[in-house]
DNA sequence: CGTAATATCTGTAGTCACTACAGGATCAAG
DNA sequence: CTTGATCCTGTAGTGACTACAGATATTACG
């Protein structure tokens, strides 16, 4: 069940998150402190490898760590299916918005720099853009 | 030419530059340091404002500090106008990419959302999918 | 002219999510 | 027994600001 057998240097790389990044996590309160060997080294479980494997989850899909703090129910309680679909929902939306913003940029900087000659002078239509 | 008649503060209302940001620039050597008046305040002149104003728009358009620096010629010379397509040209590169990964990212979790069925207990869809 | 509100100054610390050391202790392999 | 890998703590750096604290200076109003 809790075997504590797992070294940091084990767990991250069955996890794929850098030591240094789980000793953060364990000091923002997003991983427990595992108990230690007599040399204070840190021991971990299949449980905590769970944890840091959702966590890394989370990170990967974009969630803030206040994010998956709360759907980990690390802020009070475990929260419920319509707290958790209102957390991804919010970070739906953000992605969304962020996509809108970034094609927008992207539409503007390359019709900017289209009427770039591309030459060796310092003439440059793109400057005279940002600059008008 | 170069009357310097505009407090930092009339520069931010100009610019839509917060005065902390102005004088962060500053310190990083994205602005210059602009005269002072007798008692050590900043005061610009119009090609000042301008200047500010090309960081605005750059930054606007999601160029790195050290990407406008570049493009401002701070660096070490003027850069020619193939070198601005380069930065530019990367930048896009970069904005295209961070669309697609958004992209995915929304779809991702768009789909594992409509598995939630957004009730009162903590058994999620979504939780188990991160944790799975 | 006095006072009060506003503007500015410097310097430092906080944000987010790590990452990169420095300097030391401990462990495993040969 | 020695060497190299691993781990420890603590601090500082990243990017691009933002937010203070505490001091000084200017401006507006009565």
Redo the contacts with the bound molecule.
Sequence with gaps: MDGFEL????L?DQTGV????I??YEKIGLMPAPP???????MYNSALADQLRFIRRG?ELGF???DIRALLGLEDRKPTCAEVFEITSAHVDLIRTKIADLKKLEKTLSSVAKECSRNKTPDCAIIKTLFS
């Design positions: 070294t940091i240097g084990k991250s850098k030591i240094e990044t000793r953060y230690r060997t007599e040399s204070r080294r840190r990170r803030s760590l206040d």
